[in-house]
């Protein structure tokens, strides 16, 4: 409101106020209208495979009347749905959790490195990001195996003996390995960015008044860096949430994840209404609560 405000001052502002808007509305509201009307169609043998199909503002009432939400009511009757939204709410919970828990000791030693060794701490982070997601997926492969380097590795230190069968591929061990691997990066980052901008002579105030460096932390660091925690934790919760690659490469059968669920509905069953519908819920699921949240934010 205040941006449209400030635009209605000076006319040649509407162009940076508009441009965000008009990039939502082109690839979110958009894509989201015509997955919201697949998931109101039926399923057809055809090309698209769905119908009632929009053929212009002419047949606009046959079309509404042939619209229809039985994929939704479809999906409150079969547990399959409702298990793949809680599995995948679930790893992608303990994933933040463990991301965060890594992400942050590495974010504040990171920040309280000397300037001049920043940069490189910073590249060494975004480096991985040079290789394809797909191939660093595929290595872990390798390295998960019975046989793979892992296995080796804990052999060698004596965790488990030559003998012990090693499995962690196809586990949810392995898709939390792969989880924590490959998002690592964007936990670190906002984390980082709201550890370096903190005034080290808060810390240095807390100390000189007698608090011990545990207390200052809880009190003074981990407080101010609460808006990079937030921004670390729906950037990584929200796209581990519909994941796909990870758990269908690293994980088994036993690991029940929506963006599988989709993918099979999508591409196996053909299925694009029932598909779209998953997805529709789904996008709700992540968005209405985050919406919420940064409401509140803005009032308090």
Known sequence: MADIALAKKNPARWLVVIVPYLWLAVFFLAPFFIILKISVSD????????????????????????LDFE?????????????????SLRIALISTVLLLLIGYPVALAMARAPEKLRPTLLMLVILPF?????????????????????????QTIGFYSPDDQVNIFRTDTAVFIGMVYSYL???????????????????EAASDLGCPPWKAFWKITFPLSLPGVIAGSMICFIPITGEFVI???????????????LWTEFFGNRDWPLASAVAVVLLLVLV?????????????
């Open 71 to 87: 994929n939704y009511t479809f999906l409150t009757e079969d547990p399959l749905y409702f298990d793949a939204y809680l599995n």
């Open 247 to 261: 758990p269908d490469l690293l994980g088994g059968a036993d690991t029940l994840m929506i963006g599988k669920t």
């Open 288 to 300: 209405v609560p985050i919406a919420i949240f940064q409401n509140q934010q803005q009032k308090a």
């Open 43 to 66: 399923t057809a043998i055809a090309m698209p495979p769905y119908t009632p199909v929009f053929h212009g503002f002419s047949a606009l009432g046959d079309f509404f009347s042939k």
């Open 130 to 154: 040079w290789t394809s997601f797909l191939i660093r997926v595929y290595a872990w492969i390798g390295i998960l195996k019975p046989e793979g380097l892992l296995t080796l590795l804990l």
């Open 185 to 203: 990066p964007f936990m670190i980052l906002p984390l980082y960015a709201a550890l370096e901008k903190m005034d080290g002579t808060l810390l």
